[in-house]
């Protein structure tokens, strides 16, 4: 049984990746430092799977642990890589947070990686790094367009990182998934998102008005260029980007990849304006929610949406699950709260 390091796998999209694991029958060790996750997401993982994954706490910005952690585990097979900051806004106000945490953390695997010859790598990039994209669905070989934050820099820089490392060990074999909007909940409503204060992401500002936590969402402008005026983005189920991470490490691991480093994006191929997102959340809960138009968000890309036909084709992964299930499981998950 294959054991696979999973970094920041007490994370959101980390945790259901680790169930989609323990399900697929491989062994788990999760690093993670806690820093944006709860030691209780373990007892998720257990409930759900029956099963413990090996876990340690310590933040793998300091080299030394991160050598001696993988000098203990010489029997890891592949790694996934989630453990990065992630807050859009906050990268802005503190960049060098995120220089520190994305990028040093992710040399250093790839330093003990490369020197212990483990070489199956699964990175998560973000289809941030399109920016604004000129044609509509997006596909792998648009432009990465200058990031428009640190955040998104880092996501930019790291996949450049793991191209050169690639270029240079022609053994070294990695996989960069490049997630659209991932919402939703593991159907058990055992795991899910814990955004810490104020959520600044759609789904959850929604599924706490709904819960009454918030007074009111923001949407944040009506008069882009879009069928009602609001934006569009791909929401994907954050369990079929689980099930996509689990496709691709099987690529690594039975050698089937083309190419020692292979990009796709995970989206559904399908843009929703926030509007329809709204309504898809009334439609789930049976309740009406209260928001209001107010001015565009600075930075906001107007349209963002997948093809999906790379990760269809090559990868043979397609998304299952429809907005309104993804939203419904959202929904179930936050009246856990
Ligand atoms: P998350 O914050 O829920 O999970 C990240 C986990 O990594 C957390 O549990 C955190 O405690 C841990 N971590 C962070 N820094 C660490 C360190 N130095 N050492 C050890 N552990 C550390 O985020 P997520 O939404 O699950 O995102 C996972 C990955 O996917 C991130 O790399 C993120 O940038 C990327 N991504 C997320 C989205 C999204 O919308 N959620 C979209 C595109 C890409
Ligand atoms: N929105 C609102 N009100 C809110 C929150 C969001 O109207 O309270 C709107 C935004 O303006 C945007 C849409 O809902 O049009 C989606 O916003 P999110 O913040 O949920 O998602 P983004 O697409 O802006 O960004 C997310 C992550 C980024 C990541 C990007 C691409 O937050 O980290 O997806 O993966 F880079």
């Not at 920041?8 to 491989?26: K, M, N, P, R």
């Not at 706490?57 to 000098?71: G, I, M, W, Y």
């Not at 926030?274 to 309504?279: S, T």
Request: net charge neutral; charged share 20%.
């Amino acid at each position: 049984m294959a054991k696979i390091l999973v970094t920041g796998g007490l994370g959101y999209i980390g945790s259901h990746t680790v169930v989609a694991l323990q399900e697929a029958g491989f062994k788990v060790v999760i690093v993670d430092n806690l820093s944006n996750s709860s030691i209780k997401v373990l007892e998720g993982i257990v409930a759900i799977t029956k099963q413990t994954p090996e876990f340690e706490n310590f933040d793998l910005r300091d080299k030394q642990s991160t050598v001696a952690f993988l000098k203990k585990h010489n029997d890891i097979s592949g790694v996934i890589h989630f453990a990065a900051s992630k807050a859009v806004g906050e990268s802005v106000e503190n960049p060098l947070l995120y220089y520190e945490n994305n990028i040093n953390t992710l040399i250093y695997l790839l330093q003990e990686l490369n020197r212990n010859g483990n070489t199956n790598f699964i990175f998560s990039s973000s289809c941030t790094v399109y920016g604004q994209a000129d044609v509509m669905p997006i596909t792998e070989a648009a432009p990465i367009k200058l990031a428009e934050s640190p955040y998104g820099n880092t996501k930019q820089i790291g996949e450049a990182i793991i191209k050169d490392v690639c270029n240079a060990n022609k053994n070294f074999n990695a996989i960069a998934l490049r997630y659209f909007n991932p919402i939703g909940a593991h159907s058990s409503a055992k795991i899910g998102e814990l955004p810490i204060g104020v959520p600044q992401n759609l789904i959850p500002y929604i599924t706490q008005t709904g819960a009454g936590i918030r007074e009111q969402l923001f949407v944040f402008g009506d008069n882009y260029p879009t069928t009602d005026g609001t934006c569009v983005r791909d929401y994907i189920h954050v369990v079929d980007i689980a099930n996509a991470h689990v496709i691709a490490l099987q690529r690594l691991l039975n050698k089937e990849n083309q190419d020692n480093l292979e990009v796709y994006n995970l989206g559904t191929g399908i843009g929703s304006t926030v509007l329809e997102v709204i309504k898809s959340f009334e439609h789930v809960s049976n309740k009406k929610l209260n928001y209001k138009i107010v001015n565009r968000r600075e930075g906001d890309v107007i349209s963002a949406y997948a093809n999906t036909k790379k990760a269809n084709n090559t990868l043979g992964w397609k998304a299952k699950s429809s907005l309104d299930d993804a939203m419904l499981s959202a929904w179930k998950w936050q009246q856990t709260l």
